[in-house]
């Protein structure tokens, strides 16, 4: 079964940087998409971020573009979420999440698989 763990959430002060990491294991890790997702306790969840694992194609949703970078460690099956210029309103929980084929023209908004979330906080 597929696995997902996030790590690196905690809390900072606006204008601070964190950098969160995505293990991915026992999934088909290239040419497929990975991506992060946050919600807010009584928001929707949002995709803030994707990437395309074959071709290191990446997209992000215009609250985060220019602030927060994804990348990936394509020998240790690994993406990352660089935050940086944190704001109050980027707190949330951060998911991790994984599909099946690869994205080429933005945001995927569907995934299969999800990871358990980590918890980020941004004080003012």
């Known amino acids: 079964q597929v696995q997902l763990v996030e790590s690196g959430g905690g809390s900072v002060q606006a204008g601070g940087s964190l950098r969160l990491s995505c293990a991915a294991a026992r999934y088909t890790y290239m040419n497929n998409c990975l991506g992060w997702f946050r919600q807010a306790p009584g928001e929707e969840r949002e995709e803030v971020a994707a990437?395309?694992?074959?071709?290191?194609?990446?997209y992000y949703a215009a609250s985060v573009k220019g602030r927060f970078t994804i990348s990936q460690d394509n020998a240790n099956n690994m993406v990352y979420l660089q935050m940086n210029s944190l704001k109050p309103e980027d707190a949330a929980v951060y998911y991790c999440?994984?599909?099946?084929?690869?994205?080429?023209?933005?945001?995927?908004?569907?995934?299969?698989?999800w990871g358990q979330g980590t918890q980020v906080t941004v004080s003012s």
């Open positions: 990437i395309n694992t074959g071709f290191g194609l990446t």
């Open positions: 999440a994984a599909q099946e084929y690869a994205c080429y023209s933005g945001l995927v908004g569907e995934y299969v698989y």
